[in-house]
């Protein structure tokens, strides 16, 4: 089955970078679309990026726009978030989601498998 694990949370100061990691395993890795959402403390799952199933086309959230950056490598079934100038309003859980619906790129709903999530925190 889908599994989907992802690593390289921790804790950043205001300014700072980290490099979230997801490995794929349970399907073939490059006929879904993929995404990292987000999940703070009270608050409904954010959509963060995503990427098509080809690695060719990126969507972000307006707020981190310009500062992450989301990629795939489809010969390792892994999946990646560069996060740069990292904000306290960034502090959330990170997920990451594959969706076989491919025309979907936004929506938490459409995506059907998630990781576990990995802890990001970021103190000003």
């Known amino acids: 089955q889908v599994q989907l694990v992802e690593s390289g949370g921790g804790l950043v100061q205001a300014g700072g970078s980290l490099r979230l990691s997801c490995a794929a395993s349970?399907?073939?890795?490059?006929?879904?679309?993929m995404g990292w959402f987000r999940q703070a403390p009270g608050k409904e799952r954010e959509f963060v990026a995503s990427?098509?199933?080809?690695?060719?086309?990126?969507f972000y959230g307006d707020s981190v726009k310009g500062r992450f950056t989301i990629s795939r490598d489809n010969a390792k079934n892994m999946l990646n978030l560069q996060m740069n100038s990292l904000k306290p309003e960034d502090t959330a859980v990170y997920y990451c989601g594959a969706t076989f619906f491919l025309n979907s790129y936004f929506r938490a709903a459409d995506f059907g498998s998630w990781g576990q999530g990995t802890q990001v925190t970021v103190s000003s």
């Open positions: 349970g399907f073939t890795f490059n006929t879904s679309n």
């Open positions: 990427i098509n199933r080809f690695g060719t086309s990126t």
